[in-house]
Every structure is written in C-alpha cells, then in structure tokens.
C-alpha cells in the first residue's frame, strides 16, 4: 500500500542548532503539505509543495519537494524553544482523495 | 466560530457501547475528512467527504465504523459496539476543495477512551 515514512522519528538539538526532518514517499505525489503538532494540540498547517524540485522558505523555516515528487524535507535553522513539537508531512498521492502523513517527526529543543 | 470545532472534546465509554462524534467544518469548505491519531504516533485517515458524498471510505478500519455528512456541513463518525483498541484521538479536518489543492484546518479532536 502506499506509505509515506519520515526519519528521524525523534530529534533532541540544543538551542540555535539546525535540525531537518526528511520524508520519503513509495509512490508520486500530486503534492506535499507539511504541519506542526505541539504537544497536546492539533496539527496546523505549515506549507503546500506542488512543484518538482520546489523550494520555498518561511523564515528560519526551509522546505523542499524532490525532482521526482516522492521525497520531501524540512529544515530549520538555529533551532529555538518554540520550534517544539511533532513535523509531519502529509503527501497527497495522484489520483487518490486522500493525504497519507507520515509518521513525524518529534522535536525537543534543549535551552 | 471561525475554526472547525468536535464535540465531545472527550468520551469516555464502555466496551460494546456505540459513540457518536460530531465534527462542524468551516463555513464554505466543501472537503472534510476524519483521521485517527493514536497516543505518539502519526494520523490515520479514515474517510474523505467532498460535498455529502465520499469518494473514499478505503480508511475506515472496519464496518463498525460509519460516516455520514448531511447538507454539506456537519459531519458524525459513528462507532458501534467500541473495543478498546479504539481507544484514541478522532481529529477532524476541513478544507476550502478537496482534490488536495486547499490546506486543511483541523479542530481540537475528541479523546475517545474505551474501558
């Protein structure tokens, strides 16, 4: 079946360093969106890739889509307190009507 | 309200007993979907509405589990005759499209808990 696998699965960084979270998709993906879970909330959306080889920035924040749209990742930049929490990314595969999200990754940022 | 909002915000019920949960989307978003999220791990999707019709149930982990969206808007999940490893957090999430074009907005989930 499809499935959508995402490592590291857990993350300890110290304040300011960088962390990246990558996710590997087993078939095309039409796009890619990715969100943040912190601890006892609800996910909430960070961004949509739609292109291949797309690239897009949020300030500390970078995301990538593969050449071949089955890969993504997430790289964040001088870590801090507030990036906590859990990063999934959720592939959108062609022709199907639903998002399969990875298995995410959790962050713990040491001040 | 602004955001999508499930209710209860938790259940807590015997083995056997049916639960319903409720789930209001956003006012205009046409796509709604129900996912599953056990304590730690990822979301499971479980059903896909577009409109009150859904073009994929594949998610549904059995048929003791049952879906239905009326007048476009809210939206229950019905589960008959619960187990305990049903136990877990039910989050439900609208979007303006489906197609996956649109990001999706989730509400706060119900904590389901079978005794």
């Known amino acids: 079946g499809q499935q959508v696998m995402q490592i590291p699965q857990y993350q300890h960084v110290q304040e300011g360093e960088d962390f990246t979270t990558y996710c590997n998709s087993s078939t095309t993906l039409s796009n890619i969106q990715w969100y943040k879970q912190r601890p006892g909330g609800h996910p909430v959306f960070l961004i949509q890739?739609?292109?291949?080889?797309e690239v897009k920035k949020q300030k500390r924040l970078t995301f990538q889509f593969g050449e071949a749209k089955k890969n993504s990742s997430l790289h964040i930049t001088a870590t801090q307190t507030t990036d906590v929490g859990t990063y999934f990314c959720?592939?959108?595969?062609?022709?199907?009507?639903?998002?399969?999200f990875g298995t995410g990754t959790r962050l713990k940022v040491l001040a | 309200g602004a955001g999508v909002s499930q209710s209860p915000s938790n259940k807590v019920t015997e083995k056997g007993k049916d639960v319903e949960l409720r789930c209001d989307p956003i006012s205009g978003h046409t796509a709604l979907y129900w996912y599953r999220q056990s304590l730690g791990q990822g979301l499971e999707f479980l059903i896909y509405?577009?409109?009150?019709?859904?073009?994929?149930k594949s998610g549904l982990p059995s048929d003791r589990f049952s879906a239905e969206r009326t007048g476009g808007s809210v939206s229950t999940l019905t589960i008959q005759r619960t187990q305990q490893e049903d136990s877990a957090v039910y989050l439900c999430?609208?979007?303006?499209?489906?197609?996956?074009?649109?990001?999706?907005?989730f509400g706060p989930g119900t904590r389901l808990t079978v005794l």
């Open positions: 890739l739609v292109k291949s080889g």
């Open positions: 959720a592939g959108y595969p062609s022709g199907t009507y639903k998002y399969i």
């Open positions: 999430a609208s979007s303006l499209d489906g197609g996956g074009i649109s990001r999706q907005y």
């Open positions: 509405f577009q409109g009150n019709s859904a073009p994929d």
